[in-house]
C-alpha cells in the first residue's frame, strides 16, 4: 500500500476523489481497502485542519446553537446563568458570561468551554 502526503492543494483534491468513492460503499475494518481508507481518511483531516481551520463560534452564538438543538428556551438557562433577565443581558451581548457561568453552561448543556471562553463581541451599550 502505497501513500503519500498530502502537501498541496491537487493532492489534497486527489486524496478527496480517493476517499469519496468509498463512501457510499465504506470498506471493511482491517482489510487492506478498510486500513487505506482509515489513512487517507487521516492524512485528508490533518490537511483540512492545517490549511482551513474553523473558528470556535462566539460564546452567545455556541449557547443559541445549544438553544436550538436542544429546543431549550432561556427560561431553562437560568440553573446556569442565573435570573431571567441575567440571561436576556448575556444572550442580548450586554453582559458577559462569568467564569461561573462559563462552568455551569459546559456543565448543564455540554457547550464546549472552549467557546464559552472566547471573548463574545458586547454591543456598544455595555
Known sequence: ????????????????????????????PGTPD?????????????????????????????IKFRMEQGGLTPKDLVPAIGRLNRVYEILARKRPLTLNMIWRLHQKFGIPAESLIRPSNLSATA
Open 34 to 62: 478498510g486500513d487505506r481508507f482509515d489513512v487517507m481518511l487521516t492524512l485528508v483531516e490533518a490537511y483540512e485542519a492545517r490549511h482551513y481551520p474553523i473558528d470556535l463560534p462566539d460564546p452567545v452564538e455556541a
Open 1 to 28: 500500500m502505497e501513500i503519500l502526503p498530502i502537501r498541496t492543494e491537487a493532492d489534497y483534491k486527489a486524496a478527496l476523489r480517493e476517499v469519496s468513492a468509498y463512501f457510499d460503499n465504506e470498506p471493511e
